[in-house]
């Protein structure tokens, strides 16, 4: 497939796809823009894998935000300027005669930066080392503001660190399926079976880029300004099941809801991103042959919702602090795997809405989060 980063004119007339040598180089370098300490610069860092890794003459970097540009290898003429000028005219060019690729580094379509690299790498492989190094940026400034700003972070508001915290958990090991399943799909030559299984590679991958793009954008929203509407719970409900089929598999589910009309002021998105965070804990955590039960209930001043499931017990001591962003119960992280972010979504869904979370659990009950949320939000903006 051509790369959507070039204009026509601009394409190479081959070295379009990546090779399974590349597929290699992007697997060594994942695994060590990871370990990456996060608390220093990581351009000088960055520089010295990519020459290392792909194997390439030189390499330039351009941090838009630390306005810093940083080199490794024999230039013939400072790259000072040139990787400048590539962010800021957003040029994107491969030049055969001269060796030169030129990429642009973009998160979320705004350029924070540009590479330019002399050496041999198809297309594909550069376009997708720039967006792997874009987000390698991302995550030091996320992490650099994280601590510029922790007294903002206990307002636990919605705000721009829980979308570069989702980023840094979710994007990098998705970019780096998704360009290593392509190039297996590219290089063709694959047993029907070896097919099935890049393809399931590339669906499932889909799949979860698009909840991963969902839960991004639900964060992005301030938690003052919501956009209330009218909305009805049984059909968000339904749709958070049918998007959790995969993990609820092996699980009954039960819908209880006060009846099928009740309805709720709310901002709908946070209102799926809320209860998508509480089955989704349910599922990870919830024993096979076991049923977990949704409810939704009115009350004179709020609509409770709620999430049981049989599993293991929350210590009484983590009871709140399962809500706040990045714990994890000791319990909790040897039965399943994850950030320690979703729960805080959903806490800060609620509070964005007036409303509060808390959870009840012990091993004879089970556990149940709830959710509750004024039917007239208040103190809130439309």
Known sequence: MPDPHLRRDERPQSDTTMTLGEAGWFAAFVEAAVRLDLHTKPGPQLVSLVRSIFDVEAVALFDADLNETYTAGEWFSDPEQSVRNICVFETV?????TGLIRRVLRVREMPIGALQLRGELSASTSSTLATLIAITFDRYHSLANEMRMESARK??????????????????PLTAIRAASNGLAEMGNLTPAQGGLVALIEEQAELLNQLTTRLL???????QVLRLERVTVAPVIEDVVAAAREQLRGIRVKVEVANEDLSILCDRSLLQAMLTQFVDNAAKYAELGTTVTITAADFSSAIVLSVHNRGPAIPAADHERVFDRYFRSSDAASHASGTGIGLSVAKQAALA???????????KRGTTFFASLPSAPQGVQA
């Open 93 to 97: 060019r491969d030049d055969r005669d």
């Open 353 to 363: 809405h007036g409303g509060d979370v808390w959870v009840t659990s012990d091993a």
């Open 155 to 172: 307002t636990e508001q919605l705000r721009t660190t829980v979308l570069d915290s989702l980023a840094h958990a979710y994007k990098t």
């Open 217 to 223: 954008k639900t964060a992005r929203v301030d938690a």
